[in-house]
């Protein structure tokens, strides 16, 4: 049978609108509404100045006085509508103030407690290394970065980090190519990223958790070819060094190594008679893997602990004072909420508001839960090859669960370390998986899944955006005028000229007509598979299989 190896003209469509999406959210949210992004972008100027590499120690780093010139908000939880399309305060493009305008490496202060000011501590410092090198690299290549306007600069590294990211949707559909899903389904798990705002919203800021993210998609397309019989030691030498990248980005992939050897001792069980091909290519994993693991036997030769706690140069003490008793169903609660709700969408006023993204939510919960169901109940995929593609998951959520509780026990904070996106290097497993279970459907209604979750991602990103512009851009007036208003802030906002933003909005528009046109060809069943969709049949091996 013919394995056709080329990828169909709608993924590269669902490609380039996964970009259009990510470029234009680095202009609806103002710079440092993201995660941490202040402490990111300051890291990566300092290791770029080289105050910050080789790499300090925990406790010893202070955000930098010239960060602040790249925002115009507040980089913690706001308190309400921030309104800014009524600021007259921010000056015309070109004429912001630079990182060395704003006082370069002069220490960043804020007021303590006690009244006091107090240096602030770049915690981020805990990480390993990589992300930051590459940034400090991007910065580069900006001629007399320092003395440009910081906002510019900030620009350029979003639009990395989602050049970063879009090969994202490219590997979801061939890791679902891979476990020859019937058609159409590996188009879309390609769309299937679409229908989390907050990852592309993620995507399209300055986080670390964007090239963990594609390091992970990544080894989920590696993993799934050891479950599907190849075994072969250049796949071997691909995962290791893969599982080494992720290894000197974040502490979260020191869980690839528990589940690359569940992938490896699945297949070994299922197929004894490939044991010794089995053991060989893992043995290829591990060499390749070790160069990663050093980073963090170093940090316990150095530090006494895997990972240290950013802020203090010495172990904080975490000696439990407090039980499950004194609010410890509150913890859960607050956990379970925190882990869907910021996974899909984001709360920038850490107010847990029902509000429209927040009950998309509990839409996109739905759908994905009964994706899941029906794959391990209704075994379109072997039961085990699913559970381990889901395996990073839960084992995500017990390492950002076990620092939540310690946390809570140690101080009695009920919302340490709650983040959703803390569980989106498992995301290619968890969607592909879940798409997986639309497999049991009658062939016209599969016909229809892709369509559907565009249709569900418009309406996670219709919600997501309302909640957004109401309470970033939106007048404090209102009025017949207020949507004009706030369009015009965003664009006088905007680090490159008015233009490019148009251009990018506008080719996102046509991407988005030009993908549903075509799905909603397949979905009536006058796109056949594999012809005009462009889509392979349930044979094929996947794109980047070579």
Not at 235 to 243: A, D, N, P
Not at 406 to 424: K, P, S, V
Not at 502 to 509: D, I, K, N, P, Q
Request: proline share 8%; charged share 15%; aromatic share 8%.
């Amino acid at each position: 049978m013919s394995r056709p190896r080329t990828v169909p003209a709608v993924v590269w469509l669902i490609v380039l609108l996964h970009l259009a999406v990510m470029l234009t959210q680095t202009s609806v949210f103002p710079n440092v509404r993201s995660p941490d992004e202040r402490q990111h972008v300051d890291l990566v100027f300092q290791v770029r100045q080289g105050d910050a590499w080789p790499w300090p120690g925990p406790g010893t780093t202070y955000v930098t006085q010239g960060v602040t010139a790249g925002g115009f908000v507040g980089a913690d939880s706001l308190y309400g509508p921030q309104h800014l399309a009524d600021r007259d305060d921010v000056p015309p493009r070109g004429e912001r103030p630079s990182y060395r305008a704003a006082g370069s490496t002069a220490t960043l202060t804020a007021e303590g407690p006690d009244g006091h000011l107090d240096p602030v501590f770049n915690q981020l410092v805990q990480h390993p290394p990589l992300y930051y090198l590459l940034g400090a690299g991007v910065v580069a290549l900006v001629p007399g970065w320092a003395d440009a306007p910081l906002d510019q600069v900030w620009l350029l590294l979003r639009w990395w980090n989602a050049l970063l990211a879009l090969p994202l949707p490219l590997l979801l559909f061939a890791t679902a190519r891979r476990l020859r899903l019937p058609d159409p389904l590996p188009v879309a798990a390609a769309v299937a990223p679409l229908a989390v705002p907050e990852l592309t919203h993620l995507e399209s800021a300055v986080n670390n958790d964007n090239l963990l993210v594609i390091l992970g998609a990544c080894a989920t397309l590696l993993v799934a070819r050891v479950l599907t019989g190849d075994l072969s030691r250049r796949t071997g030498l691909l995962l290791g060094l893969v599982s080494t990248l992720a290894l000197l980005t974040k502490g979260f992939a020191l869980m690839f190594p528990a589940w690359i050897l569940l992938a490896y001792g699945v297949v070994a069980w299922r197929h004894r008679e490939r044991l010794r091909s089995a053991a060989t290519s893992l043995l290829v994993v591990v060499a390749a893997t070790l160069p990663g693991l050093t980073w963090w036997v170093r940090n316990v030769v150095v530090h006494g602990m895997l990972q240290p706690h950013g802020t203090h140069a010495a172990p904080p003490d975490l000696t439990p004072v407090h039980g499950w008793a004194d609010g410890g169903l509150s913890w859960l609660a607050r956990f379970a909420e925190r882990m869907v709700t910021l996974f899909f969408v984001q709360d920038h006023t850490a107010a847990r508001d029902h509000d429209a993204s927040w009950w998309m939510a509990r839409v996109a919960l739905v759908v994905l839960l009964a994706g899941l169901a029906a794959a391990l109940v209704r075994r379109p995929l072997p039961r085990p090859h699913g559970l381990v593609l889901l395996f990073p998951v839960p084992a995500l959520a017990g390492i950002v669960a076990r620092g939540s509780w310690e946390q809570f026990a140690a101080f009695g904070d009920t919302g340490a370390a709650q983040q959703g996106r803390y569980l989106y290097t498992g995301l290619v497993g968890l969607l592909v998986v879940a798409v997986a279970g639309a497999a049991v459907l009658r062939p016209a209604w599969r016909r229809a899944v892709p369509l559907a979750l565009l249709g569900l991602a418009g309406g996670m990103h219709l919600a997501f955006q309302y909640d957004v512009w109401r309470l970033y851009w939106w007048p404090a007036d209102g009025g017949p005028d207020a949507l004009a208003r706030a369009v015009a802030a965003v664009g006088h906002w905007y680090a490159f000229p008015a233009v490019v933003l148009v251009a990018v909005v506008a080719a996102g528009l046509v991407l988005a007509a030009a993908v549903a046109v075509s799905l909603a060809r397949t979905a009536r069943g006058s796109a056949p598979p594999g012809r005009a969709a462009g889509m392979a049949g349930t044979d094929a091996h996947p794109v980047l299989a070579a």
